[in-house]
């Protein structure tokens, strides 16, 4: 799904893409979710939203405590 959101960011759609983003990390079940995680982290990123990165990052720890992510958190630029 992210494909979806990737497209939209690139079209200009920078809302319609991070809407895109928060629709798939409400589903439930995820085939790969650390991989949907990142791709909107580095999403965030990427529109330079420092703000909006930190808050992912915080939500994400909220759901798992993986030790990559804490330090992807604190390391961050």
Request: aromatic share 12%; net charge negative; hydrophobic share 40%.
């Amino acid at each position: 799904m992210y494909q979806y959101a990737e497209l939209e960011s690139i079209l200009g759609d920078v809302e319609r893409g991070r809407a895109i983003y928060e629709l798939a990390i409400s589903q439930g079940q995820l085939d790969m979710p650390e991989v949907l995680w990142k791709a909107y982290i580095d999403f965030e990123i990427e529109q330079e939203e420092p703000n909006n990165t930190r808050n992912l990052y915080r939500r994400l720890l909220q759901r798992t405590q993986h030790v990559k992510v804490f330090m992807a958190f604190v390391f961050q630029k």
